[in-house]
Nanobody
Framework: QVQLDESGGGLVQAGDSLRLSCGAS????????LGWFRQAPGKERNFVAA????????LYAESVKGRFTISRDNAKNTVYLQMNSLKPEDTAVYYC??????????????????WGQGTQVTVSS
């Protein structure tokens, strides 16, 4: 069993920065990839970024490249999503998720077996 717990959401203005955290517990995370997804009201849950815990390889959605950075702290079993230059269209509930890492980072939500409860990010214009 894997437990994920997000924190760090909030209300910010366009252009501001925010850092989300995802604390993980349960199994050995060196065998997993952890990702961030987001879901706006009435829309699908979309991939944002992910990182392989063992190799540190990262993957980003085009819409956040250059603005968001995903990183991990092995000692704290925590993954971070640093979000800079936030835009109103970044407003969504952000979810942390994990999948067993077989060498390829997944981008479809259906391939992630573990999910956190989500944290709201609201960017005002």
């Amino acid at each position: 069993q894997v437990q994920l717990d997000e924190s760090g959401g909030g209300l910010v203005q366009a252009g501001d920065s925010l850092r989300l955290s995802c604390g993980a517990s349960g199994r050995t995370f060196s065998r997993y990839a952890l990702g961030w997804f987001r879901q706006a009201p009435g829309k699908e849950r979309n991939f944002v970024a992910a990182i392989s815990w063992s190799t540190g390889t990262t993957l980003y959605a085009e819409s956040v490249k250059g603005r968001f950075t995903i990183s991990r702290d092995n000692a704290k079993n925590t993954v971070y999503l640093q979000m800079n230059s936030l835009k109103p269209e970044d407003t969504a509930v952000y979810y942390c998720a994990a999948h067993y890492d077989r060498g390829t980072i997944k981008v479809h939500s259906t391939e992630y077996g573990y999910w956190g409860q989500g944290t709201q990010v609201t960017v005002s214009s």
